[in-house]
């Protein structure tokens, strides 16, 4: 494997974005809404895997997990195994964009790794490979499925360009990486309504036999085929939006209905009736789930049950996911506690998440 870790001492890693589940999340107005239905938009299959970035400079690449480089043995999710042929492509890709744009320096290629069990009589099973997600059956291999090309070139006032979805399959294809096909391109509220009550497509692509059960796919993500940007009070975004079947939703009210206390109910046990500390620790410990615990390992690796330091870790890093995703929301509300009120609320947060973790 071309990997030499001495080279990218002095270089960042450039994190996806993180895609919203809601589309109230883009704060946009009534003029962005309209501006999106000038364009057409794609739907393709969300994986239920690791998010995994290939960087390469033309001569020598380089593997990530979410937020960092990966070392050549680190344990993660066997990504050892089909880094030859990643390299090869992500080179090649280099090397036909750079025909185009003399003045590239890197290209950032963003995917999931996925795979690693399908229970299929026909379909042998591969000895001591572990599944890199549970809840969805895809291939008895690692494999790899991108979904967008960013480039870094010299002179650019931003420091990532993305490509357009078009342009970047297109790339795909050409050298033989697998990526998120289309299941449907057209206007932004048909993609929006796109109905996500289906089994996954990914087998299928890969010439695997359909399974003797129900495999439903995670979700969909939407974005334009074209890339655009849109201002918000948070900065400029690309709109990406993100929609998961119940099942695979980080929030547990998706999975408790009944027991989740409605906001409209008039009944005694109402949130009418809940201090606003008590309302905030349920919206807090509603987003403490499993599906979110497997999507943050699915960022920083599994973790063995005797690695404490590595499983404080994930506590920390697993914490600071729902608080990313509470804030979104009920941030304002929460600073404007009282210092030992926001206290009480993260010691309640902190533990419930190494209960979780750490059983």
Not at 166 to 175: G, H, K, M, S
Not at 184 to 196: E, K, P, V
Not at 311 to 331: A, C, R, S, Y
Request: net charge negative.
């Amino acid at each position: 494997m071309e990997f030499i870790l001495s080279e990218i001492a002095d270089w960042s890693y450039e994190t996806y974005e993180k895609i919203p589940d809601n589309f109230n999340k883009w704060n946009l107005t009534e003029s962005d809404y309209r501006n999106l239905n000038k364009t057409d938009w794609v739907v393709t299959e969300k994986i239920h895997g690791a998010n995994f970035g290939i960087v390469t400079n033309g001569l020598i690449v380089w593997f990530a997990k979410r937020k960092e480089f990966l070392s050549p043995d680190d344990n993660f999710f066997d990504y050892q195994s089909i880094a030859h042929n990643l390299t090869a492509q992500a080179k090649e890709i280099f090397r036909i964009y750079q025909t185009q744009r003399q003045g590239l320096q890197r290209v950032f290629i963003y995917g999931e790794l996925f795979g690693g069990e399908y229970p299929h009589p026909d379909v042998p099973a591969i000895p001591h490979l572990q599944a890199v997600q549970t809840g969805i059956y895809y291939s008895p291999k690692i494999e790899y499925c991108a979904f967008d090309i960013a480039v870094e070139e010299k002179g650019k006032s931003v420091k990532l360009v993305y490509l357009d979805y078009d342009n970047a399959i297109a790339l795909f294809q050409e050298v033989g990486t697998i990526y998120a096909v289309p299941l449907f391109m057209g206007r932004y509220q048909d993609a929006l309504t796109y109905n996500i009550d289906f089994d996954s497509t990914i087998p299928a692509l890969l010439g695997l036999p359909t399974l003797p059960f129900p495999n439903p796919a995670e979700g969909i993500v939407i974005k334009p085929v074209k890339s655009i940007y849109v201002e918000t009070p948070k900065g400029k975004i690309r709109p990406i939006l993100k929609i998961k079947i119940p099942k695979f939703a980080e929030d547990s009210r998706f999975h408790q209905a009944t027991k989740w206390i409605s906001r409209n109910s008039t009944t005694p046990t109402s949130t009418q009736d809940l201090t606003i500390e008590e309302e905030l620790t349920q919206e807090m410990l509603s987003l403490i789930t499993e599906t979110r615990l497997n999507n943050v390992i699915s960022k920083f690796g599994r973790v063995s049950g005797s690695d404490r330091e590595s499983k404080e870790q994930l506590v920390e890093l697993f914490v600071g996911d729902v608080l990313e995703t509470f804030n979104e929301e009920w941030g304002s509300i929460f600073r404007a506690l009282s210092d030992e009120s926001q206290e009480v609320l993260m010691v309640r947060l902190t533990q419930e998440s190494q209960k979780l973790i750490c059983g």
